[in-house]
């Protein structure tokens, strides 16, 4: 079990739902492979944040992929609030179920419970912020728990623990990693600048060359050079001492380009 997640583990115990986040650019390799070992089985919502920044068409593809394997899956935009409604009926709908069921028991109605996890920089935070807004009542700490992250009202029929589960890293196997360090998921430290700013390259020139001509000004005898980082960090003045170029600052900003939308809308694995 990742360790980062072991604290969390006394809340995921009472919960009723996982909010589970993947970036909508990566749906497989954005998740946490190891998480239906931990959950056991535990209800769960499939999030795919930043979905203005994938092709929607694919997110189309795979949120049908998903319901056909029998998982609720939702592609949100939690910065303007694009499918938060969706995902809010879908726990409404949950809340009603739980409502019914406690009743059917003879037990008193509580809130359905939910928590947010996902492996780091996939828009938990921004997915938590859209959802609680502002205004809301945090209900404080569970029993037994004297510190750190706390439940927060969400209405009377929901309640949401106020800081979000990481959980391990994404699957980083072939050219997994390198994508994910693309969308930022993977730590600035350990980023592969130049090789991650390559993939993204490469990825354009097949996809979409148009893109580079927009923004770099590449031209199309441009487009065969083997270095298109030389020809972009030169045009941009990336330069250092006897003008080379500045091969790290060049690479970030073609990932930063990339990262903001600034190429495009692409989604990364197809169905």
């Known amino acids: 079990m990742p360790s980062g997640f072991k604290s969390f583990l006394p809340y995921l115990k009472v919960v009723d739902v996982v909010l589970e986040v993947a970036d909508a650019r990566l749906p497989v390799s954005s998740r946490f492979s190891g998480l239906n070992k ?17 092709d929607p068409a ?14 609720t899956a939702v592609a949100v935009d939690a910065r303007r609030g ?38 780091p920089n996939v828009g938990k935070s921004s997915l938590l912020n859209r959802l609680v807004g502002r205004g809301a ?4 700490d569970r029993p037994g728990i004297t510190r750190g992250p706390q439940w927060v009202r969400l209405g009377n029929e929901l309640e949401i623990l106020d800081t979000p589960g990481v959980i391990g890293k994404g699957r980083e196997e072939g050219g997994g990693i390198l994508w994910l360090g693309a969308i930022g998921c993977i730590a600035e430290s350990s980023l592969m600048a130049t ?34 980082l030389e ?28 990262r903001e939308g600034q190429l495009g809308r692409y989604t990364l694995e197809r169905p």
């Open 137 to 140: 009542a945090r209900t404080g």
């Open 82 to 119: 694009e499918g938060i409604a969706t995902l809010q009926r879908h726990l409404a709908a949950m809340a009603g179920e739980k409502k019914l069921k406690l009743a059917a028991r003879g037990l008193k109605m509580r809130p359905l419970r939910l928590m947010v996890v996902g492996i």
């Open 38 to 54: 931990i959950l056991q089985g535990k209800a769960r919502i499939l999030v795919l944040t930043r979905c203005d920044l994938a």
């Open 58 to 71: 694919v997110t189309a593809e795979w949120l049908q992929i998903f319901k056909k394997e029998g998982m």
């Open 231 to 258: 020809i972009i960090g030169r045009r941009r003045g990336f330069l250092l001492a006897g003008k080379k170029i500045d091969q790290e600052r060049t690479a970030m900003a073609v990932i930063n380009d990339f």
């Open 195 to 228: 090789d991650t700013a390559n993939v993204i390259l490469q990825f354009l020139l097949t996809v979409a060359p148009e893109r580079l001509q927009e923004r770099y000004g590449i031209t199309e005898e441009e487009m065969g050079s083997a270095d298109l």
